[in-house]
């Protein structure tokens, strides 16, 4: 497919713009002070590089009490000047615009960071960050649009192109479109037109500040995805409203922070949310972007084709590749590494307080430490394992020069990829193998699939080095009845190597994979999306009889967990889509739950109220891998250098994986 759309010029305001290519503002944790760090300058240096035609800074702060010091701020004259050296800069090197978003917590504002109560439409309780904020007063609502007026002023002072006021995620602009959590009874609550009244205040404010000459924009929910929230419908009024006092262009994305709907990982089909940017394109009459889910350029394509908006937002792709863009646009498709959409190494790391960083790129956060530098030494090196750390090896290695081949004894590439991308939701996790391998190729790795590297090859080839990335494999436990024919092991299921799985399954241990393979094995039999979308477009069936044969498995599923939290090693953002997806499959959950037998048509189990009997025709066992390093210990007796990365040195996450793969293969 040709890019035509994608890399098209743009005029928003009087501002030119290279490309279709947004990159929203991100929460990054890259400072603790509110200031501008070098680590936040530097990953904004490589992606205004990278070939992008806007790309947002922020959000920052307008004043303290709805600002968090792990992301910059502009509350104070002292900010400004580091910005304004920052975009002299982008704009000397690149060609890039360069936006700011401009945002006031409201009641997502922790006290505990900020030494204030949180301020927002109506003191109500925030189960995210579980705290009670204090009801604004007039004398707040006038301050808080002076702190949007003077940021304003100070970003334009800074030289930004572009100014964008964040109205959408559970913030407080739109707290107070929200009746959710607006419940004044004054001008500012009670009708739409008037929880409208603050939002639009402050662009009026901003407007004013910066002139009619500067670009300015809003990010919206295109549905709040909250029970009692705003719909599309609701999004359109107030987009509306915004055109007519000064916004230039509509920045559209998904829903709340606290909502139950997924947004953002692989449960939302490639470009699903774009049918809420195309309620508001077709209502307003101002460019409008296009949010979540987009990364593939492809879709990305088709969606600027079809007319539903005039720009697409690239923010995790583009943590993942900072030259996603410029990839594009030289068709070097090989060279892309994918974002999968796994959400471990940038929103799981903002919930938990720590920098983002990225699974399948090492040198996120580590833009201006890391240099992939040519070795002094060109060396010879086998590599045995062709999973993700063995395969991030090869690469860096190869980058640095050396002679690499990497000895698979599979006939593919990916390791334990495949069992990842198996359960629902998942599938881009085989993006993990794709990527790798294409960059593989291209770093010009030899390949030896269905060949596993053994002692008698090292002393043939008589390597520089062997780097033993053999992987894992399950732990098989021992429980009486562990041997009978109806206990499977979980990876054996998500490989869809067993042949029969009974009515009545039993998944022992509740970890990440025990729960996914539960998840998985309840799926099976039930109506597929496609199939879905083809009855409902042709009202081939009652829809709540659909719905029900959506939702009903087969199979009654049960997982049992020794300790008392199930999925506890699965990662914040997507914990709650899988427990949720577990109970609407009907999976029963038994956590303080130990196996003690396992006899022909049940297991066993001892539990705090006594010893329980559980109806099972087949018995999953979960319970966690081990190390494959046989090979290590062979090659370092015969006197070869030997390191071991991966899960063949622990088991380990594919971020945790990957990373070790890249940061051995520097110090080569």
């Not at 800069?89 to 505990?112: P, V, W, Y």
């Not at 010009?444 to 053999?470: F, H, Q, W, Y």
């Not at 087969?554 to 008392?564: C, G, H, L, P, Y």
């Amino acid at each position: 497919m040709e890019f035509s759309r994608l890399f098209e010029p743009i005029v928003i305001n009087k501002l030119q713009i290279k490309n279709r290519i947004v990159m929203p503002a991100m929460g990054l944790n890259y400072t603790e002070d509110y200031t501008l760090t070098e680590r936040l300058k530097n990953f904004y240096r490589v992606r205004a590089r990278g070939g992008v035609g806007l790309m947002f800074i922020g959000p920052v702060g307008v004043d303290k009490v709805g600002s968090t010091p792990f992301f910059a701020a502009l509350f104070d004259d002292i900010h400004t000047e580091p910005f304004k050296k920052l975009i002299d800069e982008l704009h000397q090197e690149t060609d890039a615009k360069i936006g700011i978003q401009l945002m006031q917590m409201g009641r997502n504002a922790f006290s505990s960071l900020t030494g204030l109560q949180a301020i927002s439409p109506s003191a109500i309780y925030n189960r995210l960050t579980k705290e009670h904020s204090r009801e604004m007063t007039k004398e707040d609502i006038e301050n808080v649009k002076g702190a949007y007026a003077q940021a304003a002023a100070r970003a334009k002072q800074a030289g930004f192109d572009y100014i964008e006021i964040l109205s959408c995620t559970g913030y407080l602009l739109s707290q107070f479109l929200s009746p959710v959590t607006n419940l004044r009874t004054d001008e500012y609550g009670g009708s739409i037109e008037n929880r409208m009244r603050f939002p639009l205040e402050v662009i009026q404010k901003v407007r004013q500040t910066i002139g009619r000459d500067m670009a300015l924009g809003i990010r919206v929910a295109g549905n709040d995805f909250i029970k009692g929230g705003h719909t599309n419908d609701q999004s359109v009024i107030f987009c509306l409203e915004a055109q007519k006092v000064g916004i230039d262009a509509i920045n559209v994305t998904g829903g709340w922070h606290d909502t139950d709907i997924p947004q953002i990982t692989g449960h939302v089909p490639p470009g699903g949310y774009v049918y809420l940017a195309r309620g508001i394109k077709e209502k307003v009459d101002v460019p409008v972007f296009a949010s979540n889910r987009l990364g593939d350029p492809i879709i990305a394509e088709k969606a600027l084709r079809s007319g539903a908006a005039d720009m697409i937002c690239w923010g995790r792709p583009l943590i993942a590749d900072p030259e996603l863009p410029r990839k594009v646009k030289e068709k070097r498709f090989d060279e892309i590494i994918t974002c999968i959409s796994c959400n471990q190494g940038c929103f799981d790391h903002i919930f938990m307080g720590a920098p983002v960083t990225c699974t399948v790129n090492p040198t996120v956060s580590r833009e201006g430490e890391i240099h992939i530098e040519k070795a002094s030494v060109r060396k010879t090196i086998a590599v045995a394992g062709g999973g993700a750390a063995g395969m991030q090896f090869a690469i860096t290695a190869a980058q640095r020069g050396h002679n690499v081949a990497i000895f698979e004894k599979e006939d593919h590439l990916g390791g334990q990829v495949e069992l990842a991308a198996a359960p629902p939701g998942k599938k881009e996790y085989s993006y993990i193998a794709k990527s790798m391998a294409s960059r593989v190729h291209h770093a010009g790795v030899k390949v030896k699939l269905k060949t596993p590297l053994t002692s008698t090859e090292i002393r043939n080839m008589a390597p520089d080095l062997v780097v033993v990335a053999t992987g894992a494999r399950p732990i098989c436990p021992s429980f009486p009845g562990i041997d009978k024919p109806h206990v499977v092991d979980a990876w054996d299921v998500l490989k869809e190597n067993t042949s029969h799985i009974g009515k009545q399954v039993v998944v022992v241990g509740g970890n990440a994979v025990g729960c996914e393979t539960a998840e998985f094995i309840a799926s099976q039999g039930i109506v597929d999306p496609e199939t879905l979308a083809f009855l409902i477009f042709y009202a081939a069936e009652d829809f709540n009889w659909l719905k029900n044969r959506l939702y009903s498995s087969a199979r009654k599923v049960t997982v049992i967990e020794m300790t008392d939290r199930i999925g506890s090693n699965v990662g914040t953002s997507t914990r709650w889509i899988l427990m949720k997806n577990l109970r609407i499959r009907g999976v029963k959950l038994l956590t303080k739950t130990k196996l003690v037998e396992i006899t022909d048509q049940a297991v066993i189990v001892e539990r705090p109220e006594g010893r329980q009997t559980i109806p099972a025709d087949t018995v999953v066992m979960a319970v966690g891998s081990e190390a494959v390093d046989n090979l290590a210990r062979e090659a370092a007796s015969n006197g070869t250098r030997v390191i071991t990365i991966g899960d063949a040195k622990t088991p380990r996450s594919f971020i945790e994986a990957i990373k070790e793969g890249f940061e051995e293969a520097l110090k080569i």
